[in-house]
């Protein structure tokens, strides 16, 4: 059984969780891989009670600033369902940046649509848009 990559990342946030303040990247990588032969050899993705997804993403974008930029990604945000929690914009001379935290635990979409989404919009505008789930920032400042 291969797992994939939404699969290794909940299999590496339950050994993080189960670790506690133990928790090394030594460590972790020998849980994870330990888990991993555990569910080759079952066939069966281990169920937990406590899913540990917050729903939210880290959204980062940047390019060459132009009209309708910010426009373009929360309308596709909201038309996907999403909830733009915070924002963070900044002009610097012709380049923009901007980080959002987005909620996408309503959305009908999942994260892998809305990925697709962001990278048509950063294509059509010429600019790069990369998203992250939430928790994968706070696993890696834990460990």
Do not use: W, Y
């Amino acid at each position: 059984m291969r797992l994939n990559e939404e699969e290794l990342r909940k299999l590496t946030l339950i050994a993080i969780n189960e670790l506690g303040e133990k928790a090394s990247p030594e460590l972790v990588k020998k849980v994870v891989s330990r888990a991993v032969d555990q569910v080759s050899d079952s066939q069966e993705f281990p169920k937990t009670q406590n899913d540990l997804t917050s729903g939210r993403i880290i959204l980062t974008s940047f390019g060459l600033n132009k009209s309708g930029v910010v426009a373009a990604i929360t309308s596709e945000l909201s038309q996907s369902g999403c909830d733009v929690r915070d924002l963070s914009q900044k002009i610097m001379d012709e380049f923009f940046t901007m980080i959002m935290i987005v909620d996408i635990s309503n959305s009908p979409k999942d994260f892998r649509d809305i990925q697709n989404q962001m990278s048509k919009i950063a294509d059509e505008l010429n600019i790069k848009i990369f998203l992250q789930h939430e928790d994968i920032f706070r696993s890696m400042h834990r460990i």
